[in-house]
């Protein structure tokens, strides 16, 4: 049951026929993982806490730098130096103190993926590397678990989803196999405008909520290719791979 001032945090929400009480209910005893806090985790975390998603866990073992400030809205400049899942979570608290906020102030890995993904209803991919993107794949995929993958370099987004919940793919592998990986520039190398991440990272949030309250996932296993500069829209529907590693093994 939702109590009179749930009803009223969220009446603009519940309000809609697609919600109602019983998709803010949803909401409320969902659990999402985040990994990486930067230009795409900060709107997906800060939307999905003001949303009443009822737990959050937030995974970034970085530190705010100055230069992360031009796109990473959940920082101010005060947090340069200070770990952005402390203070991730210390913001979506401030901004929802309703819900319960674990942050893990480290770089994810095979084996604490391994660990802590089976312990959430979904996973949102906001990182900016490869080779965790596939780790992400192969744990949510073992796990049964749905992801949210997106990215962002320069003015163009990409966007999918899975879901593995009936154990079955397309995957991440199946669209990019790990051993036709060529090097890939990130933010760090490449550039990217604030706002483009906004967007994305934004409708990672929207996926996540329509997942977990039973609506269609436009993004399901159909990648998204989002030209913020134009504004142009592509899609393109994945099937699983015969010889993919690791959902036809
Ligand atoms: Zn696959």
Not at 61 to 66: A, E, Q, R
Not at 155 to 168: E, R
Not at 177 to 190: G, H, I, K, L, Y
Request: proline fraction near 4%.
């Amino acid at each position: 049951m939702l109590s009179s001032k749930e009803l009223q945090r969220y009446s603009r929400q519940i309000m809609l026929p697609q919600v109602g009480e019983d998709g803010q209910e949803k909401l409320a005893s969902a659990r999402i993982m985040i990994v990486g806090l930067g230009g795409l985790g900060s709107p997906a975390a800060l939307y999905l806490a003001a949303a009443g998603i009822g737990e959050l866990h937030l995974v970034d073992g970085d530190h705010v730098d100055l230069s992360n400030l031009q796109r990473q809205v959940l920082y101010k400049t005060n947090h340069q130096s200070k770990s952005k899942a402390l203070v991730a979570a210390q913001q979506l608290a401030a901004a929802n103190p309703t819900i319960r906020v674990y942050p893990h102030s480290q770089m994810a890995n095979e084996s604490w993926l391994r660990e802590h993904v089976k312990q959430v209803d979904l996973v949102l991919d906001c990182t900016d590397n490869l080779d965790i993107r596939h780790t992400i794949n192969r744990v949510c995929y073992a796990a049964r678990r749905p992801v949210v993958m997106a990215s962002v370099q320069g003015f163009s987004g990409q966007l999918i989803s899975f879901d593995f919940s009936a154990g079955k793919g397309p995957c991440y592998a199946c669209l990019f196999p790990p051993q036709q990986q060529v090097e890939v520039q990130n933010c760090s190398t490449a550039g990217v405008i604030g706002p483009a991440l906004g967007v994305v990272g934004s409708m990672q949030a929207l996926e996540a909520i329509k997942y977990l309250m039973g609506m269609s996932v436009s993004s399901l296993s159909t990648l998204h290719l989002i030209e913020t500069e134009t504004f142009a829209l592509q899609t393109l529907q994945l099937r699983a791979h015969d010889s993919c590693a690791v959902c036809s093994a």
